[in-house]
């Protein structure tokens, strides 16, 4: 919840720096805004590199009697390529895997990309149950009749957010395996799913992040709100 018409700046920014930037090998910058302001940046943005999306939305599908809410329909409708589901701070909200899992239905039906979150907390983390939270959020949010092509993962251990820490390197490389394995494992499916790895990311960390090979890109949050630590995060991860 950060934001408003003054914010333009820092997408111009982006815009710009993704203009002239020649070695990002067309790789994918995703800025997904508070729903006032997707219409308006849809038509700022310029940059055929950077796509709009979503923080969340409501999971019926149609237009219905749900005051205040707003669906995959409405946004796709408005500019929206992208959205964020299951963010650890909407599961501390209340959201459950199943309603998690109608947004994803939902939000797929409407031609919206997903960008899937899973994380495990602080006290689920000390009690070694990880993989066990991983696996349920990935059983009970997802089906294997869903189009993997439209779904990134995002691992965000919610004992990160904001705490200006980073999991070590081993430790990631053992989750982002066990991610990509179990999703095979649970829908014999044959294509890998792509992860993010979100979670205190800032300029100076994030070139520990470029020798683990399965991490396929970043769910930023707090350093995204500064466009000139928004654009480092990247200009030091391509060094």
């Not at 055929?48 to 923080?55: E, Y």
């Not at 696996?135 to 251990?157: C, F, G, H, M, V």
């Not at 066990?178 to 300029?203: C, D, H, T, W």
């Amino acid at each position: 919840m950060f934001g408003d018409f003054s914010s333009l700046k820092t997408i111009h920014k982006i815009n710009k720096f993704s203009s002239k930037t020649k070695n990002l090998n067309r790789k994918k910058i995703i800025v997904c805004v508070p729903n006032t302001l997707i219409y308006f940046f849809k038509k700022k943005l310029k940059s055929k590199d950077i796509s709009l999306g979503a923080q969340n939305c409501h999971y019926h599908e149609s237009f219905g009697p749900f005051t205040g809410s707003v669906n995959a329909l409405m946004l796709k409708k408005i500019g929206a390529e992208y959205i964020i589901l299951g963010h650890s701070e909407n599961r501390l909200e209340g959201e459950s895997n199943s309603l998690i899992k109608k947004k994803i239905i939902s939000s797929l039906n409407r031609k919206l990309n997903v960008i899937f979150c899973i994380g495990e907390t602080y006290k689920e983390k000390k009690s070694g149950k990880t993989f066990k939270i991983l696996r349920k959020q990935l059983k009970e949010s997802l089906t294997k009749d869903l189009n993997i092509n439209k779904i990134i993962i995002a691992y965000e251990p919610v004992w990160c957010i904001g705490a200006n820490k980073i999991p070590t390197k081993n430790y990631l490389l053992k989750i982002t395996k066990f991610i990509k394995n179990e999703y095979i494992k649970i829908y014999r499916a044959k294509k890998i799913p792509k992860i993010l790895y979100g979670g205190s990311v800032n300029p100076k960390n994030i070139r520990l992040f470029t020798s683990i090979s399965d991490i396929d890109g970043f769910l930023i949050g707090g350093a995204s709100q500064s466009s000139k630590k928004f654009i480092d995060i990247i200009k030091n991860y391509y060094k």
